[in-house]
């Protein structure tokens, strides 16, 4: 097999038992790294640390892996205007922080024969929260309910990125305006006095 050091650094190609003896007098552990490889290679290694520092990278990863999350909201054909106002707003709020919103419209009895109303809500609803979503699943009937899929513009972290750097404007320290005050005086407290002349 070939055999591979702690750091890195080929030791060559060397027999089984070899390689665990250079293992022990090393105290460390014989791990196989390419068994498809001809001939096989194994490395010397701490074998918990490098499954302890495996586990870390896994974790920081995940972390940095951006998570979508659907929210629901469910109306109705015929909401009343301050439940559709309540209902917008946690529709904006979810958007604002980078949740996908999945906007549902129940039917019930009669209203399933005036699916246009629904699709009319739905629109209205897309329109009214334009500025911070677009419509990512259009409107489609799926038995009494109608469902659309609402995502955040992707655009709105850039937005602030840019508008910061103009807001910081470099303010003059104390010490730049008393030295251009005391400059601009000097040339009045230097002019000489005009001489008296003899009449």
């Known amino acids: 097999m070939r055999l591979v050091g702690p750091n890195g650094e080929q030791v060559g190609i060397v027999a089984l038992n070899d390689a665990l003896r250079l293992a ?3 105290d460390l552990d014989l791990v196989e790294v390419a068994p498809t490889a001809r001939p096989p290679v194994a490395k010397l290694m701490d074998y918990g640390k490098f499954k302890y520092e495996s586990a870390l990278k896994a974790r920081e990863s995940r972390k940095n892996q ?12 015929k909401i009343d205007p301050h439940d559709y ?21 129940m039917f019930r009895g009669r209203e399933q024969s005036r699916p246009e109303l629904g699709f009319r809500l739905l629109q209205r609803l897309a329109g009214d929260v334009e500025e911070l ?21 992707k655009r ?4 602030k990125a840019e508008a910061k750097p103009a807001q910081s404007r470099p303010v003059p320290s104390p010490r730049s305006e008393a030295s251009t005050e005391a400059a601009a005086a000097e040339p009045t407290a230097e002019a000489p006095a005009p001489a008296p002349t003899d009449a």
């Open 24 to 26: 022990q007098e090393a």
């Open 156 to 159: 709105a972290p850039e937005r």
């Open 66 to 77: 951006a998570q979508t999350v659907i929210k629901e909201i469910k109306l109705r054909p």
């Open 85 to 105: 106002g309540t209902k917008k707003g946690h529709v904006e709020r979810f958007l604002k922080q980078g949740d996908k919103v999945k906007v549902t419209i």
């Open 133 to 153: 979503g677009f419509v990512e699943a259009q409107p489609k009937q799926d038995g009494r309910n109608m469902i659309m899929v609402i995502g955040p513009h």
